[in-house]
């Protein structure tokens, strides 16, 4: 009987533990990013990890300043900008290859780089 007495105690500590670490990786799943960029400055600002995606938004803007004309947002991914004279593109992907491919892509052009790039751990 007391070995079954200390089975049930073992098991009620460990269950309450079990249910906060799936909790936690359900809070994670919403995990948002956001990249802001000026078009004609380079000034860029990112957010990863993020619970919302309004607050990705914010922080990324924060960061970049008040004259960004450029924002991506991404839900557990990842986000690229890929820049040229003149012209800036961007994409999201699974990986920060192929957010980064996508850009470069969609940018156009021999003369495209990859100006700021940005992940969430959730991707």
């Known amino acids: 009987m007391r070995k079954f007495l ?3 105690a073992a098991l009620s500590l460990a269950l309450p533990q079990a249910g906060d670490a799936a909790s936690t990786r359900k809070a994670g799943k ?3 990013g956001a990249i802001a960029y000026n078009t004609r ?3 860029y600002g990112y957010a990863v990890d993020v619970a919302s995606k309004r607050d ?3 922080e990324a803007f924060r960061q970049c300043g008040p004259d960004c004309d450029l924002i991506k947002t ?7 900008v890929a820049t040229r004279p003149k ?9 920060r290859a192929i957010a980064e491919r ?3 892509t969609r940018c156009g052009g021999e003369a495209c780089k990859i100006a ?6 959730e991707k």
């Open 102 to 104: 996508k850009a470069l």
């Open 74 to 80: 991404f839900r557990n991914a990842c986000g690229a």
């Open 116 to 121: 700021v790039w940005a992940c969430t751990r």
């Open 6 to 8: 200390m089975l049930a």
């Open 56 to 58: 990705a938004e914010t």
């Open 30 to 32: 919403g995990n948002w």
């Open 41 to 43: 400055t380079g000034a």
């Open 87 to 95: 012209h800036a593109a961007w994409e999201t992907g699974a990986s």
